[in-house]
């Protein structure tokens, strides 16, 4: 068993880079509701859309310690729950008098508290990132918190056999897709007990001004890396770019102060996205293809004009401002 525990003053505080848009703050008002009114809020959606970030975000709004759990088939109950961790071992000797010895022992049973039962003690918030990569029978004891407002205690501490939840006890859950490798199956009863909302891909707006946030690009360049990624990744069916793939092409725009129109920005577009269209595509792409497609949809992005017949669609770009 591992203990982390991070409180809100703690945490990273992302909230001044958090970027929040229209469609953003129609979910963010949804949830804040919804988390207010008692309901665990659940976030499912494919890797990068922004779960972890908004979860966390949320939970500093609820303006109470956060305690984060991050998913994992290692963790076992123990590590949520706690438990039992052994005895401490004390030996008392007496001899005041030469002539009489005597001596005591004590053995007392030493107890870790656990994230959750911690979070549910302290009215923390909780945020169970990506709790489907757990087994799920760990996640059985959040069955009882979520309904009952009990958290089960495993064996007996000092005669406590469970927590009473405190009333300012929030949860917020993230997962991927149940298709996902590494994912297992949520019971129905757990997803029974939230509400899930389902986020797919950003919208253009929300994903150019993420990019630029976290690059530090300025909006019209974040633009142009934006609609590359976006439309090299329709090129190819089953692949679907992903926020964070953005956000390092720009970085490395920005740090390497790479043209638009050099070789090096195609190659690095290629070295992020290449791998992936082959892994989601099941068939090996040559590079060749790859390069060829990549070279048409930068010329395609930079000047829509001199777009080819065979280009996916051309979605959104326009210097100085967004298409929504
Ligand atoms: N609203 C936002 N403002 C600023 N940055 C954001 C926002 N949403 C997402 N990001 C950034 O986008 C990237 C991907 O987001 P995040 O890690 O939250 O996605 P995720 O859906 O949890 O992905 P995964 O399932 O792979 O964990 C991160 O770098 C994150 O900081």
Redesign the pocket.
């Known amino acids: 068993m591992n203990q982390r525990i991070l409180l809100t003053s703690q945490f990273p505080d992302?909230s001044g880079?958090?970027?929040?848009t229209e469609h953003?703050q129609k979910l963010i008002d949804r949830a804040l509701s919804y988390l207010k009114a008692g309901f665990p809020v659940h976030?499912q959606?494919?890797?990068?859309?922004?779960?972890?970030?908004?979860?966390f975000?949320l939970a500093r709004r609820l303006d109470r310690p956060v305690m984060p759990i991050h998913g994992d088939s290692e963790l076992d109950s123990g590590d949520i729950v706690g438990g039992p961790s052994g005895y401490s071992h004390t030996l008392y000797i007496d001899n005041f008098v030469h002539s009489v010895l005597k001596r005591k022992e004590e053995w007392e049973r030493q107890w870790i508290v656990g994230r959750l039962t911690m979070a549910c003690r302290e009215g923390m918030t909780l945020v169970y990132?990506?709790f489907t990569r757990s087994h799920p029978e760990v996640n059985n004891v959040l069955l009882s918190v979520l309904e009952e407002g009990v958290l089960q205690l495993p064996g007996v501490k000092a005669g406590e056999k469970y927590v009473r939840v405190h009333p300012g006890f929030r949860a917020i859950f993230?997962s991927?897709p149940e298709e996902y490798a590494g994912v297992y199956k949520s019971q129905d009863a757990l997803r029974d007990r939230m509400i899930t909302i389902e986020?797919g891909q950003?919208d253009l707006e929300?994903e150019i001004?993420?990019t630029a946030?976290?690059s530090g690009l300025a909006e019209d360049q974040a633009t142009v890396v934006v609609n590359v990624v976006r439309n090299f990744a329709g090129a190819f069916p089953g692949f679907t770019s992903?926020?964070?793939r953005s956000?390092m092409i720009a970085k490395l725009v920005r740090e390497q102060a790479l043209s638009f129109d050099s070789p090096l920005f195609q190659e690095v577009c290629l070295d992020v996205l290449g791998s992936e269209v082959t892994r989601k595509n099941g068939n090996p792409v040559p590079r060749e293809v790859l390069e060829k497609k990549m070279a048409a949809v930068i010329a395609g992005v930079l000047s829509p004009e001199g777009r080819q017949e065979d280009e996916p669609s051309y979605r959104g770009f326009r210097f100085g401002g967004f298409i929504k």
């Open positions: 992302i880079d958090f970027v929040i953003l976030f959606g494919p890797s990068g859309t922004g779960k972890t970030a908004l979860a975000y990132d990506e993230t991927n986020l950003m929300t001004r993420i946030r976290r992903t926020q964070r956000i």
